[in-house]
C-alpha cells in the first residue's frame, strides 16, 4: 500500500515507518526540515515536504496516497491552544481529502481525560469535541468521517512510550528531577500512567492498519497502570537523587505544564485491541527501562 506518514521523523513515527517499510508498504514521509528530509530518504522513504500549517502539502499528500497515518503534533504544552487548532485543521484537511475513498486513515490521540477513577477501555468515547477542546478535538473529528466513507481508526498511545533514546514526558519528568535535585511524585504516587514500548506503540500501528475495521479505537497500552511513586523512585535510581513526595498544590508549581499530566491518573486498558489486532507486547517495561538508562541521553522534548 502507498502510506502517507505525517510525523515519519518522531518517536512513535520513525519506529512506525520501520514497521511499514517491512510489511511491504511504500511509504511516503511528510518533512519540514533537511535533517528530516534526510532521515526519511536515508531508509528508502519517499519525501513531501511541508509543515503541519501547510494544508495544500497535507491535503496532496492524503490524496495521493492509498492510506494515511498521522502521527505529526507541534507538541507547544506552553500553548496547547496552537497545538491543538494545528492537530483539528490538519485532521480536517486529511479527512476531507479522504471522503469517499474508504481508504484507512490512522491518526495519534491519547488517553487522558477519558474517565475517572477507573483504566480508560476502547469501548469509552471521547468526550472532546470541537476546536477548543484537548488535541482540537481531533480523534471525534476524524472518527466522524467514517459516515463519510472514511475508514477512519483511533491510535489511543499511553502516556509513555518509552525507549532507548525517548524524549517525550517521562524525559520532562526526568529533567525536572535532575534541575531541583530531587526526583518528586503528585501527593501519594498512587496515580498511575499506562505505558508502551516504542516497539509494541509502532508493531500496533503497522496491524492496526492492515486489521482494524472503520471507527476502531485503538489502545497502544502495554502496561495498564504505573505508580508515579514507582515512577519517580526509577528517576531517582537512574540519577542518584533522593526521592520525595509533592503536596497535590505544590505539583504544578515544582512540575511547570508536565504536573498537569503526572498528577494525573492516566490509566488504560487494551484488552480489546489484543483480541482485535491479535497484538501481543512484549518490549521491557517502563521501570526496565529507566533501570537501564534508557533516559541518560536527556534530551526532553
Ligand atoms: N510519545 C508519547 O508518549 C505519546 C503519547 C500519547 C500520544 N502521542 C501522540 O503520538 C503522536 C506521535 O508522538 P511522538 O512521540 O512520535 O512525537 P515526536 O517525537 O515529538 O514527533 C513529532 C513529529 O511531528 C513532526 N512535527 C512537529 N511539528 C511539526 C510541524 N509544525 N509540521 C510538520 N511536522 C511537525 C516532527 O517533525 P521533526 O522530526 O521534523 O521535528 C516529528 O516527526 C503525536 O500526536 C503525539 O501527541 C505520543
Redesign the pocket.
Known amino acids: 500500500m502507498r502510506v502517507f506518514v ?9 519506529a512506525t515507518v520501520d514497521e511499514l517499510l517491512a510489511a511491504g508498504h511504500e511509504v511516503t ?5 533537511d ?2 528530509a534526510a ?1 526519511l530518504m536515508a531508509k528508502g522513504v519517499h519525501v513531501r515536504r ?5 494544508l495544500a502539502s497535507i491535503r496532496a499528500g492524503a490524496e495521493a496516497a492509498e492510506a494515511v497515518i ?6 507547544d504544552f506552553t500553548n496547547p491552544a496552537a ?1 491543538a487548532a ?2 483539528r485543521a490538519a485532521v480536517q484537511t486529511i479527512g476531507d481529502a479522504l471522503a469517499g475513498t474508504n481508504r484507512p486513515f490512522l ?6 481525560g477519558l474517565t475517572r477513577g477507573r483504566p480508560a477501555t476502547e469501548d469509552d468515547v471521547s468526550p472532546f469535541h470541537g476546536p477548543d477542546s484537548p ?1 482540537g478535538g481531533s480523534e471525534n473529528l476524524a472518527l466522524e468521517f467514517v459516515d463519510r466513507s472514511v475508514h477512519a481508526v483511533s ?8 525507549g532507548t533514546g ?5 524525559a520532562v519528568i526526568a529533567a525536572v528531577a535532575r534541575e531541583k535535585g530531587v526526583s518528586g511524585y503528585p501527593g501519594d504516587g498512587t496515580n498511575r500512567w499506562a505505558a508502551v514500548h ?1 516497539s509494541d ?1 509502532a508493531r500496533m500501528v503497522a496491524l492496526g492498519l492492515a486489521k482494524a475495521p472503520a471507527g476502531a479505537r485503538l489502545h ?1 497500552v502495554a502496561e495498564e497502570g504505573v505508580p508515579t511513586r514507582d515512577i519517580a523512585e526509577a528517576i531517582g535510581r537512574a540519577f542518584s537523587l533522593p526521592v520525595t513526595s509533592i503536596a497535590p498544590d505544590d505539583v504544578q508549581g515544582h512540575f511547570g505544564w508536565i504536573g498537569t499530566f503526572f498528577g494525573m491518573d492516566l490509566a488504560a486498558m487494551s484488552t480489546a485491541t489484543r483480541e482485535l489486532l491479535g497484538w501481543a507486547p512484549t518490549g521491557p517495561t517502563l521501570i526496565e527501562d529507566l533501570d537501564a538508562g534508557a533516559y541518560s541521553a536527556r534530551t526532553p ?1
Open positions: 505525517t510525523g515519519a521523523s518522531g518517536w512513535i513515527g520513525s514521509g511528510l518533512a519540514r526540515s535533517a528530516s532521515a511541508g509543515d503541519l500549517d501547510d498521522h502521527l505529526a503534533n507541534k507538541h497545538s494545528a492537530e491518526l495519534a490521540a491519547g488517553v487522558a488535541r491510535l489511543r498511545f499511553a502516556p509513555t512510550v518509552p525517548d524524549h517525550g514526558f517521562i516504542r506503540a497502544a522534548m
